[in-house]
C-alpha cells in the first residue's frame, strides 16, 4: 500500500492545519491507521489512531486539540490540528496496518510551528 500525506507547512502559534493522507487501497482493509510525527533528533512518536470500527486514541499532548478522522469513500484519512504550538513542530507520518501484511508508512510531511 502507498500512502501519501499532504498538508504541512507553515503556521503561526495557535493557528490549524488540517494533514491528509491518501491511500492506494481501500482503508477499511486495515485494522487501524495513525499518525505519527517525529521531531528533530527524537524518536518517533504516536499522536492519534483510529481502528477499523472507528475508536480513536490520542496522545495525551494533542487531547483536545487534534482530530483523527478518514473519508473511506476517497481513501483518505486527516488530522485536524488546532491550537497549534512551537512544540508540535515535527514531521508527520501516516501509517496503516494490516494484520496480514503489516505496516506501510507515507514519506511524511513537515509541520513547523512559529510562536
Known amino acids: 500500500v502507498q500512502l501519501v500525506e499532504s498538508g504541512g507547512g507553515l503556521v503561526q502559534a495557535g493557528g490549524s492545519l488540517r494533514l491528509s493522507c491518501v491511500a492506494s487501497g481501500s482503508i477499511g482493509n486495515f485494522a487501524y491507521m495513525t499518525w505519527y510525527r517525529q521531531k528533530s533528533g527524537k524518536q518517533r512518536e504516536l499522536v492519534a489512531i483510529?481502528?477499523?470500527?472507528?475508536?480513536?486514541d490520542y496522545a495525551d499532548s494533542v487531547k483536545g486539540r487534534f482530530t483523527i478522522s478518514r473519508d473511506g469513500a476517497k481513501n483518505t484519512i486527516y488530522l485536524q490540528m488546532n491550537n497549534l504550538s512551537p512544540e508540535d513542530t515535527a514531521v508527520y507520518y501516516c501509517n496503516s496496518h494490516s494484520t496480514t501484511y503489516g505496516d506501510d508508512w507515507g514519506q511524511g510531511t513537515p509541520v513547523t510551528v512559529n510562536a
Open positions: 483510529m481502528y477499523r470500527g472507528g475508536i480513536t
